[in-house]
C-alpha cells in the first residue's frame, strides 16, 4: 500500500484564518480525496481532488471555503479558508489505485482546532 | 451519498469474547464493503473487506458474513484482545452506481472496548 504523509498533523487556528493542509504520496496514486472527521463522528467525503483541474465537491462543501489543489499524481493540498470553531475536526487525505473497487487507504490526518 | 447505516455504537466485551458489529445498506448495486480500524490519533487503516459475490471472508480472527438479502453485513471479531480496542467503521461506494473507485461513504462508527 501506499505511503501517505500529511502536513501539519495538528495546527491550532485563530478565527478568520486559513490553513493549507498538503498530502504527499510515496507513489503515484491515480485517486484523491478529502474527508472531514468531526470530533466523536464519522468519516464525511468532502471532494475527489483531480489532477489538473478543479476537484468535484460533495453536496454541502464548496470550493470557496475548501479549496483544493492537486498538481500531480503524488500530492494535494485543502485549504480550509475563514476558519470558524466549527471547522475544528480532523483531515484526511485519501488514495486509491482508482480501479473498480480498489483499496483505499487514509493518512494519519490533519487536527485542527480553531479557537 | 448513499447511507450505510452502523450499529451498535459502543461495545464492550471481554477479552477472548467475539465482537460483532452491523452494518446495513440501501443501495442493492454496491459491489464493495471494507471495514476499517481507527485508533485515537490515527487515520483509519483498511481491515478487511468483501464483495457481495461471497457469503464470508475470514482473515484471521476477522471475518465478514456478508447478508445480500437482507443488505446486511457483519464483521466478527473472534478471540478479542485489549489491543482490538478501537473504533471500527464499515463503508460502502460513495457512487450511485455502486463502484467505489476509492471514494467511500461511511458508517456512524462503534467504539469497541476489550475488556482485560
Known amino acids: 500500500s501506499a505511503v501517505i504523509s500529511q502536513k501539519p498533523s495538528r495546527d491550532i487556528c485563530q478565527r478568520g484564518t486559513s490553513l493549507t493542509i498538503q498530502c504527499q504520496v510515496d507513489?503515484?496514486?491515480?485517486?484523491m480525496f478529502w474527508y472531514r472527521q468531526q470530533p466523536g463522528q464519522s468519516l464525511t467525503l468532502i471532494a475527489t481532488a483531480n489532477q489538473g483541474s478543479e476537484a468535484t465537491y460533495e453536496s454541502g462543501f464548496v470550493i470557496d471555503k475548501f479549496p483544493i489543489s492537486r498538481p500531480n499524481l503524488t500530492f494535494s493540498t485543502l485549504t480550509v479558508s475563514n476558519m470558524s470553531p466549527e471547522d475544528s475536526s480532523i483531515y484526511l487525505c485519501?488514495?486509491?489505485?482508482?480501479?473498480?473497487?480498489?483499496?483505499?487507504?487514509f493518512g494519519q490526518g490533519t487536527r485542527l482546532t480553531v479557537v | 451519498q448513499q447511507q450505510v447505516k452502523q450499529s451498535p455504537q459502543s461495545l464492550i466485551v471481554q477479552k477472548g469474547g467475539i465482537s460483532i458489529i452491523n452494518c446495513a445498506y440501501e443501495?442493492?448495486?454496491?459491489?464493495?464493503f471494507p471495514w476499517y480500524q481507527q485508533f485515537p490519533g490515527k487515520g483509519p487503516a483498511l481491515l478487511i473487506a468483501i464483495r457481495p459475490d461471497v457469503s464470508e471472508k475470514k482473515e484471521g480472527r476477522f471475518t465478514i458474513s456478508f447478508n445480500k438479502s437482507a443488505k446486511q453485513f457483519s464483521l466478527h471479531i473472534m478471540d478479542s484482545q485489549p489491543g482490538d480496542s478501537a473504533t471500527y467503521f464499515c463503508?460502502?461506494?460513495?457512487?450511485?452506481?455502486?463502484?467505489?473507485?476509492?471514494?467511500?461513504?461511511f458508517g456512524q462508527g462503534t467504539i469497541l472496548t476489550v475488556h482485560p
Open positions: 485519501s488514495v486509491s489505485e482508482g480501479f473498480m473497487n480498489t483499496e483505499a487507504f
Open positions: 463503508a460502502a461506494p460513495a457512487n450511485a452506481g455502486g463502484t467505489s473507485y476509492g471514494k467511500l461513504t
Open positions: 507513489s503515484q496514486v491515480t485517486m
Open positions: 443501495n442493492t448495486a454496491f459491489d464493495y
